[in-house]
């Protein structure tokens, strides 16, 4: 080996150690943890199996768990692709103001989550917040939102929504101006409506980029904590209880780190299947 | 309607759009901070009042004189998970940009970290951190931040590199600059600003980070999120002065917000569009 050759591999060797040390082994250590009894208020932690697994798929807690992240998962994307691409498709055109407006509009997404958390608390309040205000100014009932059972994953999703939808919308816009100019001219030449342009060019075109957007936000929705912590807590009852929270109150309320494991692992194990599905297009992006 | 009429037409609606996608982007903004300037007694009223007379600094200075120490507490733990991811990003970004070390496989190993779930890591750090009695220190928690921060440095740098022409370094070296010399006096002031956008975005995802501070800190290492989210329980209804502390915590992020705001979408892409 010569020295062209130990040089690069020396250069990536500090990230690889202290990667090795911050993910793999603590990745490690949490899969022995997650076969023990590991309870912190109790001195021994035997070893049992799959016992904190068969615990966690029997667990109707955790059933709801996975269906209240689906919802959330299916909410928010419902909500924040169409707007998002909507907000691109207007972007894309040209009018006064706009280098000005579309940094604007992608603050949200900068804004620390427990504070946008907080900041649903202020706008939501059922007594005197400024949306249940609005909503009676325009003859309609207050909600309870957050507050109430039925109303409160809806109010997360809200909220997400706001602090999102930025995303698709910036990703979207950076796919739309960089699609190639000259199949729209030859379009137009041929009399083809703008919404004959929009469902035959400009979709089919941009269909690496909405995938991409879909598959990044899903991976992070399915993750969701910050806002749901600040804002329920998983409540009222389970009504938001996701994956997350659910992993943090099991591990962190009721100290049963053994069974907090499993479910950290089950959740890592479902998004490694988005991030291979991320990776193959990543690596379709760059050919 | 004729061609002119049209295109007053679809430029009115798109104005109007505009316009509504602006306000609720800055309503709930504006919001938070009307609130932290608002005196106690005008706060929570029915109907809300949408501006005030009668504007107060009194939260701004309970969320200093209280809160500074977690403001200083994240400003330390940011800097450091940033300063060591740039550092070995830089390295390793440089190197898999130019000699393709690892192939495919690294780079993207590494890239895939940046959705890897930081409840997963929370537990086993927790009780690494517990055995090595290093629990609410500043130190166990920059350690986890650096799954945040690396991954995102490397990725992001090695991005940067590739978009300095090859042939730039080659050509100094004919001139006789060593390899080293070449990165130096070349390379790096090329990728400088590169660098320092990869930097605030360390900084930002480290300084947004919840649930890692959460698990490790108690008190004395306890960063502003999480301080924030502990006003809840603690003082139940002071709206005026989460706010403010609210805000203080929204601040800096602003700020960078502001100098990135051509690179927000790169950054939060990964790079997959320009």
């Given at each position: 080996m010569t020295r062209r050759r130990r040089g690069p591999i020396l250069l990536v060797l500090p990230t690889m150690v202290i990667l090795v040390l911050v993910v793999i082994f603590p990745m490690i250590y949490s899969l022995t943890v997650s076969f023990r009894f590991y309870d912190l208020r109790v001195p021994r932690h035997p070893f049992v199996g799959f016992e904190n697994y068969i615990r966690l798929f029997t667990d109707p807690r955790f059933h709801n768990a996975l269906r209240v992240t689906g919802l959330l998962l299916l909410g928010e994307l419902a909500l924040q692709f169409p707007i998002g691409f909507g907000l691109a498709l207007l972007l894309a055109r040209k009018f006064w103001g706009k280098k000005v407006v579309q940094p604007i509009l992608l603050i949200p997404m900068m804004i620390t989550p427990v504070v946008v958390g907080y900041m649903g608390r202020l706008l939501f309040e059922t007594r005197s917040g400024p949306i249940n205000y609005?909503?009676?100014?325009?003859?309609?009932?207050?909600?309870?939102?957050?507050?109430?059972?039925?109303?409160?994953?809806?109010?997360?999703?809200?909220?997400?929504?706001?602090?999102?939808?930025?995303?698709?919308?910036?990703?979207?816009?950076?796919?739309?101006?960089?699609?190639?100019?000259?199949?729209?001219?030859?379009?137009?030449?041929?009399?083809?409506?703008?919404?004959?342009?929009?469902?035959?060019?400009?979709?089919?075109?941009?269909?690496?980029?909405?995938?991409?957007?879909?598959?990044?936000?899903?991976?992070a929705i399915l993750q969701t904590f910050d806002i749901i912590y600040v804002l329920t807590m998983g409540g009222p009852g389970t009504a938001t209880e996701t994956i997350g929270i659910y992993t943090y109150l099991i591990g962190f309320r009721y100290w049963d780190i053994g069974q907090a494991s499993s479910a950290a692992w089950v959740l890592a194990i479902m998004l490694s299947i988005g991030v291979t599905i991320f990776l193959r297009m990543m690596g379709r992006e760059r050919r | 309607m004729n061609l002119r009429t049209r295109k007053i037409f679809s430029?009115?609606?798109?104005?109007?759009?505009?316009?509504?996608?602006?306000?609720?982007?800055?309503?709930?903004?504006?919001?938070?901070?009307?609130?932290?300037?608002?005196?106690?007694?005008?706060?929570?009223?029915?109907?809300?009042?949408?501006?005030?007379?009668?504007?107060?600094?009194?939260?701004?200075?309970?969320?200093?004189?209280?809160?500074?120490?977690?403001?200083?507490?994240s400003l330390i733990i940011s800097s450091s998970a940033t300063a060591i991811a740039i550092l070995v990003g830089s390295l390793s970004g440089y190197a898999f940009a130019r000699y393709r070390v690892g192939g495919d496989t690294l780079p993207f190993w590494i890239l895939s970290?940046?959705?890897?779930?930081?409840?997963?890591?929370?537990?086993?750090?927790?009780?690494?951190?517990?055995?090595?009695?290093?629990?609410?220190?500043?130190?166990?928690?920059?350690?986890?931040?650096?799954?945040?921060?690396?991954?995102?440095?490397?990725?992001?740098?090695?991005?940067?590199?590739?978009?300095?022409?090859?042939?730039?370094?080659?050509?100094?070296?004919?001139?006789?600059?060593?390899h080293l010399g070449v990165i130096r006096r070349v390379t790096l002031p090329l990728i400088a600003p590169g660098i320092v956008v990869t930097a605030l975005f360390c900084f930002i995802w480290s300084w947004n980070d919840f649930l890692f501070a959460l698990i490790l800190t108690r008190s004395h290492a306890m960063t502003l999120p999480v301080a924030i989210a502990g006003m809840r329980e603690a003082h139940g209804l002071m709206w005026g002065a989460v706010s403010a502390t609210a805000a203080m915590a929204t601040l800096p992020v602003l700020l960078m917000a502001i100098v990135l705001q051509k690179y927000i979408v790169r950054g939060l892409a990964l790079g997959a569009v320009k």
């Open positions: 609005f909503l009676n100014l325009m003859g309609l009932p207050g909600a309870l939102w957050h507050t109430s059972a039925n109303t409160a994953l809806l109010t997360v999703i809200l909220l997400d929504t706001w602090q999102w939808t930025p995303f698709m919308m910036g990703v979207l816009l950076a796919g739309l101006v960089s699609l190639p100019p000259e199949p729209y001219e030859s379009a137009k030449v041929d009399g083809a409506s703008s919404l004959q342009i929009f469902w035959y060019l400009t979709l089919p075109l941009l269909k690496p980029v909405i995938a991409l957007v879909i598959i990044m936000r899903s991976l | 430029q009115t609606i798109t104005y109007i759009l505009i316009g509504i996608a602006l306000i609720f982007t800055l309503f709930p903004i504006y919001w938070m901070l009307l609130t932290s300037f608002q005196p106690s007694d005008e706060l929570m009223q029915s109907p809300p009042r949408f501006i005030t007379s009668r504007p107060t600094l009194e939260h701004w200075r309970f969320a200093i004189e209280n809160k500074w120490r977690y403001f200083i507490n970290l940046k959705f890897f779930p930081p409840i997963a890591a929370a537990v086993p750090f927790f009780l690494m951190m517990n055995r090595l009695h290093l629990l609410d220190t500043h130190i166990a928690v920059i350690i986890p931040h650096l799954i945040i921060t690396i991954p995102f440095a490397v990725w992001m740098i090695k991005g940067f590199v590739a978009e300095v022409p090859r042939e730039l370094e080659e050509a100094a070296m004919i001139d006789g600059c060593s």
